[in-house]
């Protein structure tokens, strides 16, 4: 780990070759992916020669993947959300008013029972509140996951057509490499099944039928806690892990305080994103509301952000040394810290 954090890492846009900083990268070394200087041609990549391209004639073909993503994200990716939103902002209208009518029906077909009915009507109110509480935050955390991927492909949107006027042919090959990893489906529908209600009809029969059934999803037992977990998935991971993170989408930020890197990965254990920073993480935690993730830093005692483009941001540093980190559905951080930098 600590061999791969001290690699000289060139920014994006940056031209100045990573490892001759005095020179202008030109060259693309096809085996290894990178951008190089004539200097790193003759000596580091010389037995790639055959795979080095100008980076001059490499622009119109990185231009027109530019022009595809934008095209997609305008044409398809952004209106498929904007329409999914819309379609769950009227689901979480309907829901509300839906809840109400249920509540109303039950309780009024309780007046006509006797008061031997109480405790069961007692029983009914409360799984529809919990239910209405359930479905309710489904749908705005469904909503919350769309929102913040429009956001980030509108700002990307925006962004690249600056490149493409712009820009220079670097910043072209470092855009097409950040899109590549970008991730455009739409987050699973979540799974949503409204609670239906049937008043009863003879009152004579038993006093659950008289007051009326309350269909409710079988899988209620998601908005309780199980007698045991299921195992959704499971693998095997190279590194050490002392902090991880689920997201709504079913990936997961993985960490370990030893090192200066977060890993995102997919339910297989793979990684599909990392993030380097300039000091040791200790600790993650992912904001409930906007699902963005944030760390806090041993030596350098700060709180980062990590923005919608996986570009970590200082929000603020303490006295003490940060060793657990939370971020509340208010929006509010607690860390927790040491004192002495010698106690762990």
């Not at 008061?115 to 919350?144: F, G, R």
């Not at 529908?189 to 409710?216: C, F, W």
Request: hydrophobic content about 30%.
């Amino acid at each position: 780990m600590a061999n791969r954090a001290q690699l000289a890492v060139r920014g994006k846009g940056e031209i100045k070759c990573d490892v001759h900083k005095d020179k202008d990268v030109v060259f693309v070394c096809k085996t290894c992916n990178v951008l190089i200087c004539t200097t790193c041609s003759l000596s580091n990549h010389k037995l790639h020669f055959d795979s080095l391209c100008e980076l001059s004639k490499i622009k119109n073909e990185k231009q027109k993947i530019i022009n595809d993503f934008i095209n997609d994200s305008e044409n398809v990716n952004i209106p498929k959300l904007s329409q999914e939103i819309t379609s769950f902002r009227t689901k979480l209208s309907s829901c509300k008013t839906r809840y109400e009518k249920l509540r109303k029906n039950v309780i009024d077909n309780t007046d006509k029972c006797k008061k031997e009915l109480d405790q069961i009507t007692a029983e009914y109110v409360p799984i529809c509140n919990k239910m209405e509480v359930a479905d309710t935050d489904l749908i705005e955390t469904h909503i919350t996951d769309l929102e913040r991927r429009l956001d980030t492909l509108t700002e990307l949107s925006t962004k690249y057509k600056q490149t493409l006027q712009t820009g220079t042919a670097v910043l072209m090959y470092d855009s097409v490499s950040e899109i590549r990893e970008l991730d455009f489906d739409i987050p699973p529908t979540p799974n949503i099944d409204m609670a239906e209600y049937t008043p009863g009809v003879d009152r004579q029969s038993h006093m659950k039928q008289a007051l009326g059934k309350l269909k409710i999803p079988v899988d209620l037992l998601r908005y309780t806690l199980p007698d045991s977990p299921t195992v959704m998935s499971q693998f095997s991971y190279p590194d050490d892990i002392t902090s991880i993170c689920p997201t709504s989408d079913g990936r997961a930020w993985l960490c370990d305080f030893e090192t200066d890197m977060v890993n995102l990965i997919n339910n297989k254990g793979q990684v599909i994103h990392t993030i380097k920073h300039n000091s040791k993480i200790k600790d993650i935690s992912l904001d409930p509301t906007t699902g963005r993730l944030w760390f806090c830093c041993w030596g350098e005692r700060s709180i980062c952000e990590v923005s919608s483009l996986f570009t970590p941001v200082t929000r603020f540093t303490i006295e003490d040394y940060p060793a657990r980190l939370c971020v509340t559905r208010e929006g509010r951080v607690v860390v927790g810290t040491v004192v002495d930098r010698g106690t762990r």
